[in-house]
């Protein structure tokens, strides 16, 4: 019996102890400890939520992994893929299945994807790759770009108006190939003619423009349809009014590889 009264004792000066020990922790805060505790947590909460903005940001900027290559049909997709990638340029015909390798930059390397340009086929592979690329190289023929001016320019449009290669904010290069050929017009001349060509599609109604499905492959399995306006209502519209998907212009032969250089400077400068 003696035993439970001393145990029962020892517990409620345990108690006792607890809330002596609260009571005087407590009296040597004062109100300037209590300002500079608010103080700190305030700033940690300001870490965290700048921490998760700048996480969703970069995760919306959609900085992927992928070089995706697209373009039409014989524009060169394929033999520059082999040209960077390993030095030479096999012989090629039109494909129908992407073409995947490693590209090293030099201070990285990303994969390089080559689309294929049959428009049975390109639509479902550009929906494929488009969600994690770094940069779109857009190719074209520049010797026969007077023949198709108008698909060219479609495909194009098409690419740039896409909402998830806007929503990445995807860097654009417009490679205009085959400056070789005699008849190759220049990358200004190809420029200004894909501003007229896009001023036009852009004023023509969603209903008769064919979304990114079609014009880039009508197996598509996404309905996408381009953006209301591409660049700025109310002016011509101007490749450098692009900012979220900003469009550079650049002149190549793959036959020559020192012609590529551009391009190559241009990719480490996108990776």
Partial sequence: MADRS????????????LVDTYRSIVSYI?????FYLQVAVAIVIGFIILYVLTRRVAKRVGRGRNIVLVGGCEAGKTALLYTLTAGTMPLTVTSFKENIASYDTGKKKVKMVDVPGHERVRGTVFDRYKEDARAIVFLLDSATLHTNVRDVAEQLFSV?????????????????NKQDLELAKAAPI???????????????????????????????????SPTSVLGVAGKPFSFSDLNRTPVTFLEASVLEDKSLQPLRDWIELVS
Avoid at 6 to 17: D, H, Y
Avoid at 163 to 171: D, W
Avoid at 199 to 221: F, H, M, N, Q, Y
């Fill in 30 to 34: 004062t109100p300037d400890h209590i």
């Fill in 6 to 17: 001393q145990e029962a004792q020892f517990k409620k000066k345990e108690r006792i102890s």
């Fill in 190 to 224: 190809i420029e200004r003619a894909l501003q007229k060509e896009i001023d036009v599609l852009r004023e023509t109604s969603v209903s008769r423009l064919a979304p990114i499905s079609s014009t880039l492959g009508k197996s598509s399995s996404i309905n996408r």
């Fill in 160 to 176: 740039l108006s896409d909402t998830a290669v806007q929503a990445a904010c995807c860097p654009v290069a417009v490679l205009c």
